[in-house]
C-alpha cells in the first residue's frame, strides 16, 4: 500500500493510562502503523505518563474537565484534532469514548466510525444506555464491536437498527510470558523472596473489588499481595490494609509500563481477580497465559473468557463471601498439581485469542468501511 492510499485512522479513548481498553487500543495502533496505515491515538486527558513517548498520541485537555467551562474547551480541542486529521476511520473507546467522539467526529467530517462496547454494562448510568442505544439506531456509529459472548448479549434486546450493526471481535493480547526466575522477578520490583505472593494487575478502582483481595490475607498464611496499577481507591485500600492489619504485606507498586506487566506475573504464586464487572478480562486471561494460576470471581464472562474447549483455567468463587475467595486461594496454594493443571490450561489461551486475529478482523472491518481490500494485508 503506498502511502497516497493509507488509510487515516484515529484511534480515541477517554484517558491515557495503561488499562485494559488502553492496552487494545495500543496494539490496535502498532500493528496498524506496520500495515502501512496513517494512525493517530487521541486521549479525552492525561492522566499517566504511559502515553507520554509516542508522537502518534495527542490529549484534548490536560486532566479530567471539571465543570462547564473546561468540558467546552475539551469538547473544542476534540473537535479541532479530529478535523485536522480528517481521518478516513474513527475508531472509539470505553461508554464515554462512543458516547461523546462519535458525535463530535461526525461534526468534525468524519465519514466512518467504529465504536467499540468494552464496558460492562452494571458499570453504565441509565442515561448513558440511553444515550448509546439512541447514537447507534441513528446510526452515529457505522459498526459496534463487541469483545465476549456476554457483551454481545447485552444487546439482545435491542433495536434491529442497533444490532445489525455489532461485529463480534474477541480481544487478543501480547504473550506476556518471560523467562525470568520468580526470585529474580520479585527482587528487581523489591517484593519479598520467601512468601506466598498474591498479586493483580488493575486500575485502582471500587469496580475491581481488590478490598476483597486485601481482606483474605489473614486467612493465607504468610501471603503477600501486590497491587500494579494506579487510581484514585488507593487510599481507601491502604485504610482496608491497616484495618486489617495487613499493611506490611500489601504492596502498592503503582503503574507498570506493559513490558514490565510479564516481570510482574513472573514474580506471583497466584493471581487474584475479584472485580466486580467486567466485558471480557484482559488482565486474569493476560496472566493465565503465562501459566500462572488464576482465582477469579464467579462473573459469567470470567467463566467464558478463562476456559478453552471447555476446561477452565482458573478457580472460580463468589468474591463477595471472603471465606469461599480465601479458600480457594488457599486450595490453588496448597496443591501443586492443582495450579499445574490450571497453568496447562492457561498457556492454550494464546490459541484462542491470538493478538493476529484480533488485529487482522479490525483491519478487514477497516477495509470494507472504506472499500479496500488491501487494508487487511499487513
Not at 179 to 186: D, F, L, M, P, V
Request: hydrophobic share 50%.
Amino acid at each position: 500500500m503506498s502511502d497516497a492510499s493509507a488509510p487515516r485512522i484515529a484511534l480515541v479513548q477517554t484517558q491515557a493510562e495503561n488499562a485494559g481498553a488502553q492496552e487494545i487500543s495500543r496494539l490496535l495502533a502498532a500493528d496498524f502503523t506496520a500495515r502501512g496505515f496513517d494512525v493517530r491515538q487521541l486521549f479525552f486527558f492525561h492522566r499517566t505518563g504511559s502515553f507520554d513517548a509516542s508522537a502518534q498520541v495527542e490529549f484534548c485537555a490536560d486532566e479530567r474537565p471539571s465543570g462547564p467551562l473546561a468540558f467546552l474547551r475539551f469538547l473544542f480541542q476534540l473537535y479541532t484534532r479530529l478535523r485536522r486529521m480528517r481521518p478516513d476511520v474513527v475508531v472509539t473507546f470505553q461508554h464515554y469514548g462512543n458516547v461523546i467522539a462519535a458525535p463530535v467526529a461526525r461534526l468534525a467530517g468524519a465519514r466512518r466510525v467504529v465504536a467499540n462496547q468494552v464496558t460492562a454494562g452494571a458499570l453504565l448510568a441509565p442515561w448513558l444506555v440511553g444515550a448509546d442505544k439512541w447514537l447507534g439506531r441513528l446510526g452515529a456509529y457505522d459498526r459496534i464491536v463487541v469483545n465476549s459472548d456476554v457483551t454481545a448479549d447485552m444487546f439482545k434486546d435491542y433495536p434491529a437498527s442497533y444490532r445489525q450493526r455489532i461485529v463480534h471481535i474477541d480481544h487478543g493480547f501480547e504473550d506476556k510470558t518471560q523467562t525470568i526466575g520468580k526470585a529474580e522477578a520479585r527482587a528487581q520490583l523489591g517484593l519479598p523472596l520467601d512468601v506466598p505472593l498474591l498479586g493483580c494487575a488493575a486500575r485502582l478502582h471500587p469496580s475491581k473489588q481488590l478490598d476483597v483481595a486485601i481482606a483474605i490475607l489473614p486467612a493465607i498464611d504468610k501471603a503477600h499481595l501486590a497491587l500494579a496499577g494506579q487510581g484514585a481507591d488507593r487510599p481507601r485500600l491502604e485504610a482496608a490494609a491497616r484495618e486489617a492489619g495487613v499493611s506490611a504485606r500489601v504492596h502498592f507498586l503503582g503503574e507498570l509500563a506493559p513490558e514490565r506487566i510479564g516481570l510482574f506475573l513472573a514474580a506471583l504464586d497466584c493471581f487474584v481477580f475479584p472485580s466486580a464487572a467486567e466485558s471480557f478480562g484482559l488482565a486474569p486471561v493476560e496472566a493465565a497465559q503465562t501459566g500462572l494460576p488464576v482465582v477469579a470471581n464467579e462473573l459469567p464472562v470470567l467463566k467464558d473468557v478463562l476456559s478453552v474447549e471447555g476446561e477452565p483455567c482458573a478457580i472460580f468463587a463468589d468474591a463477595r463471601d471472603h471465606a469461599a475467595f480465601g479458600n480457594a486461594v488457599n486450595l490453588v496454594l496448597d496443591d501443586p498439581a492443582l495450579a499445574a493443571k490450571l497453568g496447562a490450561v492457561g498457556r492454550r489461551l494464546k490459541g484462542r485469542y491470538p493478538l493476529s486475529a484480533m488485529t487482522g478482523a479490525y483491519a478487514e472491518l477497516i477495509g470494507k468501511l472504506i472499500g479496500s481490500g488491501d487494508a487487511s494485508r499487513p
